[in-house]
């Protein structure tokens, strides 16, 4: 899906006249941000997705992203990178999966059962482990979209 057309679906169940009141800006560029703007004669203009989108790709920091996520009450973790012979052994992945699930519930029980407690120190560390968990169970699932564990 293109940015215009994310930016005109969320639009209209608020309506322009509302957001570009909130945003300081007028109902006419609202309007231009929903159109394609891709091409020279194309009537849309550059809209906050695109340049937040060029922003990432000029920096490459992925705190951009990451922040963007937290303000929609998420959490963002990239895809991880698959590497081409990794992808054609299934156990590893399976064991690779299973592992990081140990390491989750290794960091939670040994977490709680020092004080009974969870603080925030370690929610940093179960929220670490839980990344790595949710990076191997992806890897896995591109692995398996892929094709890599189909018939030879």
């Not at 322009?16 to 309007?31: F, N, Q």
């Not at 809209?47 to 922003?55: G, S, V």
């Not at 922040?67 to 992808?87: H, I, M, R, S």
């Not at 699930?101 to 603080?119: H, K, R």
């Given at each position: 899906?293109?940015?215009?057309?994310?930016?005109?679906?969320?639009?209209e169940?608020?309506?322009?006249?509302?957001?570009?009141?909130?945003?300081?800006?007028?109902?006419?560029?609202?309007?231009?941000?929903?159109?394609?703007g891709?091409?020279?004669?194309?009537?849309?203009?550059?809209?906050?997705?695109?340049?937040?989108?060029?922003?990432?790709?000029?920096?490459?920091?992925?705190?951009?992203?990451?922040?963007?996520?937290?303000?929609?009450?998420?959490?963002?973790?990239?895809n991880?990178?698959?590497?081409?012979?990794a992808?054609?052994?299934?156990?590893?992945?399976?064991?690779?999966?299973?592992?990081?699930?140990?390491?989750l519930l290794?960091?939670?029980?040994?977490?709680?059962?020092?004080?009974?407690?969870?603080?925030p120190?370690d929610?940093?560390?179960?929220?670490?482990?839980?990344?790595?968990?949710?990076?191997?169970?992806?890897?896995?699932?591109?692995?398996?979209?892929d094709?890599?564990?189909?018939?030879?």
């Amino acid at each position: 899906m293109k940015s215009h057309e994310v930016l005109k679906g969320s639009m209209e169940h608020v309506g322009v006249k509302t957001i570009a009141s909130d945003l300081g800006v007028s109902p006419s560029l609202l309007y231009k941000w929903c159109q394609p703007g891709d091409e020279p004669t194309d009537s849309g203009a550059t809209n906050p997705l695109d340049r937040l989108a060029k922003i990432f790709e000029a920096t490459g920091d992925e705190q951009i992203i990451s922040w963007l996520c937290q303000k929609a009450d998420g959490f963002y973790c990239p895809n991880p990178k698959v590497d081409e012979d990794a992808t054609k052994n299934l156990f590893a992945h399976t064991q690779k999966l299973v592992s990081e699930f140990s390491d989750l519930l290794q960091i939670v029980s040994a977490t709680y059962s020092e004080d009974g407690e969870i603080c925030p120190d370690d929610t940093k560390r179960i929220r670490r482990e839980w990344e790595d968990l949710k990076s191997a169970g992806e890897s896995f699932l591109k692995a398996c979209e892929d094709g890599n564990f189909g018939k030879k």
